[in-house]
């Protein structure tokens, strides 16, 4: 594995929210980063208005820019996340697409609420750093 996901005893589990704690990157490893990718086609234009369609979208496209480098979503180390209008209500389709694509060892995560992102139909976008040993 190019890098080590560890929740520290003394920590809350951080799992269930779709996050890990801290992630540990090898020495000589070679970084790839993503920039922030949201619900789109091919296009550029919004797949769909639902949020959680935008999620899941999301997670898909960031997997198609690191299969550009011979990565797949198993290499993710770090996501940044952006969620317009952020409430709690949001976390489950979040927590539940982190869950079904990193099981019980998400990258570290972290959620920033927004007023808005790049167009005004875009509810999420995901920066990923993953690596490469």
């Known amino acids: 594995m190019a890098h080590a996901i560890v929740n520290p005893d003394g920590l809350h589990d951080p799992v269930p929210f779709g996050y890990s704690h801290t992630a540990a990157v090898p020495a000589g490893a070679e970084l790839v980063l993503v920039a ?3 619900g789109s086609g091919p296009d550029g234009a919004v797949v769909s208005d639902d949020f959680a369609e935008q999620v899941k979208r999301t997670f898909d496209n960031i997997g ?12 993710v180390a770090q996501l940044r996340t ?21 099981g019980r060892t998400p990258p570290t995560q972290t959620l920033v609420g927004v007023a808005s992102l790049a167009a005004p139909d875009v509810l999420f976008e995901v920066e990923a750093l993953a690596v490469r040993p």
């Not at 198609?64 to 290499?75: E, I, Q, R």
């Not at 952006?82 to 990193?102: N, Q």
């Open 36 to 38: 922030g990718q949201y």
């Open 64 to 75: 198609v820019a690191l299969a550009a480098h011979g990565l797949d979503l198993s290499d």
């Open 82 to 102: 952006y969620v317009v209008d952020h409430d709690v209500s949001k976390l489950g389709p979040i927590a539940g697409a982190v869950r079904e694509i990193w």
